[in-house]
């Protein structure tokens, strides 16, 4: 080979075609495993409705499970897959789900429950108009196996299979959060994201965020103001970014808006690589007020002319509160005219509990006041 050939490559050129090159083949194995998923489940479906049938058919017990798999694991070994307890979950998936490939939800029942609302908006309404199509491919047989004895309402089956793919959740986890109770904590929260966005971006917007947020990685006993909250979870960013979701990207904190020749400095600065647009954060260790969002409003505004490029979408802005009152919320988000989210923070349970059993400022002052009461029983 002549090396002096390689002295001609443009190498800003190479490396922008060895990204491109990388993405596509990062698309193309997702894409692969995800096929080889789909055809699997699809396999084990078949298998179990089969059996499903022959027992319906000929009156067959369970002993002919046993047979089927000892006779399978004979002519196709024993790593085939086709163990008893792994032909008795093929029966109990197709059991459980007889419109396989989709887990049909009732419509009635999503409407129900707002956080449902959110996660469903991308996914096809069945043609009678009554239910929502949820595919259930978007997670492995493992993920499956584990939830179907955990989660009996096929609503919640939905939610935690589409929230565990659109989190990249491993099955450990997503038991972790159904033992959390993680579909009571994961709320919609309040925002104004279908008059500020277009459908699309503002259903996945919708999907991408939640309220509360559980900062309790937070030492919140050293919390004092904003910035003491801020410098914490700048400090756990990795903490922090899970706790936000799959697709946050951690930009800077205070970052800097210069308009005019003044500097305005955003808390926390993100951006979403599923949305495609920037996340400006702003911290409140204290109950939210109207107001909040008019600086986040100014400040998103700011990002979208001075940071944004035209192949970004629309920056959103979360506003990260000690507790809110919803009512007071949308009403404040109506006059808005940029995407805006409201969300509140939980900390440390031990906190909470330490914290009320703490006395107040104003019972420490009394006592200072008299110091004769600290003698008396």
């Excluded at 005019?260 to 951006?271: A, H, K, P, Q």
Aim: aromatic fraction near 10%; glycine fraction near 4%.
């Amino acid at each position: 080979m002549d090396n002096n050939k390689l002295l001609t490559i443009d190498h800003e050129l190479y490396e922008r075609w060895l990204q491109q090159l990388c993405e596509e083949i990062d698309r193309q194995r997702l894409r692969a495993v995800m096929q080889l998923n789909a055809a699997t489940l699809q396999h084990y479906w078949w298998m179990g409705n089969d059996i499903i049938q022959k027992q319906r058919e000929q009156g067959w017990g369970g002993k002919v499970i046993e047979m089927l798999s000892a006779d399978l694991l004979k002519r196709y070994g024993y790593d085939s897959g086709y163990s008893l307890r792994n032909l008795g979950y093929m029966k109990s998936f197709a059991s459980e789900y007889p419109d396989f490939p989709f887990l049909q939800v009732p419509l009635a029942k999503i409407n129900e429950i707002p956080i449902l609302q959110a996660r469903f908006a991308k996914f096809t309404i069945s043609a009678d108009g009554e239910f929502v199509q949820v595919p259930l491919a978007q997670i492995t047989w493992y993920h499956h196996i584990s939830l179907l004895p955990k989660i009996k309402d096929n609503a919640l089956r939905a939610f935690y299979i589409t929230e565990a793919a659109q989190q990249g959740w491993s099955r450990d986890i997503m038991l972790l959060q159904i033992a959390d109770g993680y579909v009571d904590k994961a709320q919609s929260l309040p925002n104004n994201f279908s008059s500020t966005l277009p459908p699309v971006h503002s259903d996945m917007a919708k999907a991408a965020f939640k309220d509360p947020y559980n900062l309790g990685f937070v030492d919140y006993a050293k919390v004092k103001k904003e910035l003491d909250l801020e410098d914490q979870l700048s400090s756990k960013i990795t903490e922090f970014l899970l706790e936000l979701g799959k697709g946050f990207a951690y930009v800077g904190r205070q970052y800097p808006i210069v308009i005019e020749g003044d500097e305005s400095r955003v808390d926390l600065l993100m951006y979403h690589t599923r949305l495609h647009c920037y996340v400006a954060i702003e911290l409140k260790i204290a109950e939210f007020k109207p107001e909040f969002l008019s600086k986040l409003n100014f400040y998103i505004s700011a990002i979208d002319d001075l940071v944004k490029l035209p192949t970004d979408n629309p920056t959103i802005g979360l506003l990260l509160c000690r507790t809110k009152n919803n009512t007071k919320v949308e009403y404040a988000l109506r006059g808005m005219t940029q995407p805006l989210g409201v969300a509140e923070y939980k900390t440390s349970e031990i906190y909470e509990k330490l914290k009320s059993s703490l006395p107040s400022i104003e019972d420490l002052e009394k006592t200072l006041e008299n110091p004769a009461d600290l003698s008396q029983e």
